[in-house]
């Protein structure tokens, strides 16, 4: 019983990758075009809000990019109503991405920078998104920024995960798999499928490993020659292996460079940040730190300058404190 | 004045992750030396200061806690697994970086040294930080 599938592909804020991965699948793609009907897709059409509310009974709704501003919300909210499986696409999706780390200013903040006062920037007239204002004799109204930026399952619930930025080929057959064997056997996805590794990078990782990693000094990318061979935290370079799902094939330790973590986590962290925090920091000169006094770890621990940027750059709306905070000051 | 008057009536909640060997003994010994100390702690054993993930950290800060108190092994040679303090140590130091960058006071999180005979000094560390927390006020987390 063969049956065409309802595909609408929604766009919140993303950087158009995940489109291109979606397109990016070479002779793959005409299978699941002929069996499917993509009733939405406004990255590659021009498609409005409207389109979306007069659809009914989409089969599978596929959310590209992390929740920013309130048309984003909306067309989540639109689109969990009319389909009967959501899919949360992608890293921004997923945990929040890149674009997460504007949780560590307040939404004005970030419009004045990015609109206001930037050298760059000529605005006489402070037209920010979320106000009103006049041309020709028309007024116009960019979408207002949420509060905070939100991966998708903080505002509806999200039946299956694929993680990645983008998602790698293997991971997106995985998902057409999933949509062929719905429309042709009519089989329907579990709810709370994560389509992903199930290790962390490390497990895949060619490079070798010493016994016992020990961290003597940090180290930049820049700051002299990576050995192609060693393990990078071997090498003082901080690299976000040990908490990244296995879900990339190493593409970026195979051109010598460190894991930034862009896949996202393993399942079961509650928060990336203060996971790594533990492993680094108990990484720091292993072996002579009956030796140093206290002071002298600390020293070493601290140059790294930005625990938050770093460890939690792509992840940053996940994790269990996602927002900067007003607190009484030392 | 209602601020001031909200601060004094204020009683901070603490979690403590305390080790098994040293703090959590010292703790043990305040009480059966009947040392009084403020009952706004709320102790959790741990095995080994070593054990304590910082996820328990802000886990403990997000669930309530105005203020988190970690107490271990004396350094160099007090831990019962060899080197577990010197991970709590360390994993501290970062830890206070990254509360700075969360805005929350980093203060809010404390790490002390208490062995096994210091049952006073554990009186006084709990009563020192709960002074500290009423003064500093609520953890509001938005």
């Known amino acids: 019983m063969k049956k065409q599938v309802k595909i609408a592909i929604v766009a919140g804020a993303s950087c158009g990758g995940c489109d291109v991965a979606i397109a990016n699948l070479h002779e793959r793609l005409l299978d699941v075009v002929a069996r499917s009907d993509i009733v939405f897709w406004h990255t590659i059409a021009d498609f409005k809000k409207e389109d979306l509310e007069k659809q009914r009974n989409i089969d599978f709704g596929i959310f590209i990019g992390s929740i920013r501003t309130e048309e984003h919300l909306e067309l989540a909210k639109i689109l969990r109503e009319r389909c009967n499986f959501l899919i949360a696409f992608g890293t921004c999706a997923c945990f929040g991405g890149m674009f997460g780390l504007g949780n560590v200013a307040e939404r004005y903040e970030l419009l004045k920078v990015g609109y206001i006062t930037t050298p760059s920037t000529e605005n006489p007239r402070e037209v920010i998104p979320g106000n009103k204002f006049e041309v020709n004799g028309v007024d116009l109204t960019l979408p207002r920024l949420t509060e905070w930026c939100m991966p998708l399952n903080k505002v509806v619930n999200v039946d299956i995960f694929v993680q990645g930025c983008p998602p790698i080929e293997e991971a997106i057959d995985k998902f057409y798999e999933t949509i ?17 590794g199930g290790k962390t990078l490390c497990d895949i990782c060619p490079r070798e490993k010493p016994e016992k990693i020990t961290i003597k000094r940090f180290r930049r990318v820049h700051e002299g020659p990576i050995d192609p061979n060693k393990c990078l935290l071997a090498q003082g370079i901080i690299c976000l292996g040990p908490i990244t799902i296995a879900a990339c094939n190493a593409a970026c330790i195979r051109a010598n460079m460190p894991c930034r973590g862009c896949f996202g986590p393993p399942p079961d962290v509650l928060d990336r940040a203060a996971k790594f925090i533990s492993t680094i920091a108990s990484l720091v000169e292993i072996e002579n730190e009956k030796l140093l006094s206290d002071e002298e770890l600390i ?32 | ?98 509360l700075k960058q969360l805005g929350i006071n980093p203060n809010r999180v404390r790490l002390e040294w208490i062995s096994a005979t210091e049952g006073k000094k554990f009186s006084q560390v709990v009563k020192e930080f709960t002074e500290f927390l009423k003064k500093l006020g609520p953890l509001k987390l938005r």
């Open chain 1, 180 to 196: 062929i064997a719905y429309a042709d056997n009519g089989v329907a996805p579990e709810r709370g499928t994560v389509i992903a």
């Open chain 2, 1 to 98: 004045m209602e601020a001031v008057k909200e601060k004094e009536d204020f009683e901070p909640r603490i979690t403590a992750f305390l080790c098994r060997w040293c703090a959590y003994a010292g703790a043990d010994l305040a009480g059966v030396s009947r040392l009084e100390y403020p009952p706004n702690i709320i102790p959790i054993m741990v095995p080994c200061s070593g054990r304590i993930d910082p996820q328990f950290i802000l886990l403990a800060l997000k669930n309530g806690s105005d203020g988190v108190l970690i107490g271990g092994c004396h350094t160099p040679n007090d831990c019962h697994y060899i080197s577990g303090n010197f991970k709590a140590l360390k994993r501290f130091a970062l830890l206070r970086k990254y």
């Open chain 1, 299 to 330: 020293k070493i621990v601290e140059e790294i300058e930005d625990p938050l940027g770093t460890f939690h750059r792509f992840t940053f709306p996940s994790g269990l404190i996602n927002k900067k905070q007003e607190d009484a000051e030392e």
